[in-house]
């Protein structure tokens, strides 16, 4: 019974692919597009409570099935992983995959971790924000570096779980800003009209991997393992291929959006 519905499952996806591979395509102003997995090898991030699945692999799964999508629908489209496989990545290393490639977009897929009642997705952009729970976030995410060789001195000596060092953050002025806001704006909306999943909305705080980024960049947690719904959720088949179809959904509208820029 279980095999028989991971097949009707992954029958649907391959039926959702080639619906995007014969749908009419819309003038593509991105050229490139960089999708980053959080996490990986040796750093495994949060772990699911309940069926202890490892944010490293939701996010890669995930990752990899988006940049399918986005291929099929868009072959002419420059598609860049910061990993493609079980491996752990520096985080300014994953930015300046992104910077090299001189890329349009850069999305950072993470899961998120709390209290057992929080679910949800939020999208995060580069800013300064101390409140509690967005300074854990960050805290959390950006403790990867403490993996890293030589992290202090690669890192100016920051360290991610002492409130002061964000205040360098603050220093930033992000150019890309305003267009980093309206590509989290519409994965948030996506994530909220096509799953009917709860949005906690669009967030600032001091993320080291989008500070990095020389071009509009989000950082996308796609639920809470600490939750038994959503760990749930993001176990199955069914709810990955949910998260990268909706981010793929917001991914077309942001492009809708600079068309229209341009076009005034």
Same mark, same amino acid.
């Given at each position: 019974?279980? *095999? @028989? ?7 649907? !996806?391959?039926?959702? *692919? ?5 749908? =009419? =395509? ?24 309940? $069926? ?40 300014? @290393?994953?930015?300046? /995959?992104?910077?090299? %490639?001189? %890329?349009?977009?850069? /999305? ?7 209290? @057992? ?6 999208? !995060?952009?580069?800013? *300064? ?14 403790? %990867? ?29 992000? &150019? ?5 806001? &309206?590509? #989290? ?9 096509? =799953? ?11 993320? $080291? *991997? ?7 960049? +989000?950082?996308?947690? +796609? ?8 760990? #749930? ?10 998260? #990268?179809?909706?981010?793929?959904? %917001? /991914? ?11 076009? @005034?």
């Amino acid at each position: 019974m279980i *095999v @028989e519905i991971r097949f009707l499952l992954m029958v649907v !996806y391959f039926i959702i *692919v080639s619906i995007f591979g014969y749908a =009419q =395509q819309s003038e593509l102003v991105l050229k490139t597009i960089v999708l980053d997995a959080g996490h990986g090898g040796k750093d495994p991030g949060c772990i699911g409570t309940i $069926l202890g699945i490892k944010e490293k692999e939701v996010n890669l799964d995930i990752v990899l099935k988006l940049g399918r999508l986005l291929k099929k629908q868009y072959p002419q489209l420059n598609v860049i992983y910061t990993r493609k496989e079980d491996k752990f990545i520096e985080l300014n @290393e994953r930015a300046n /995959i992104a910077n090299k %490639a001189k %890329a349009d977009l850069f /999305i950072s897929i993470h899961a998120n971790a709390g209290p @057992e009642w929080m679910c949800g997705t939020e999208t !995060y952009v580069m800013g *300064v924000d101390k409140t509690e729970q967005k300074m854990a976030v960050a805290q959390r995410e950006n403790a %990867a570096i403490l993996l890293e060789k030589g992290y202090k001195q690669k890192y100016d000596n920051f360290n991610p779980n002492a409130p002061e060092s964000y205040i360098l953050f603050s220093l930033s002025q992000n &150019m890309y800003l305003q267009n980093s806001l &309206m590509l #989290a704006s519409q994965i948030e909306r996506h994530f909220s009209d096509q =799953q009917d999943r709860w949005s906690r909305g669009v967030k600032q705080a001091g993320f $080291l *991997v989008l500070w990095r980024t020389n071009l509009p960049s +989000v950082l996308v947690e +796609v639920g809470f393992l600490s939750n038994k719904e959503d760990e #749930a959720y993001l176990s199955s088949e069914y709810g990955r291929i949910q998260v #990268a179809y909706d981010i793929f959904c %917001a /991914i077309e509208a942001y492009n809708k959006e600079l068309q229209s820029i341009q076009e @005034e």
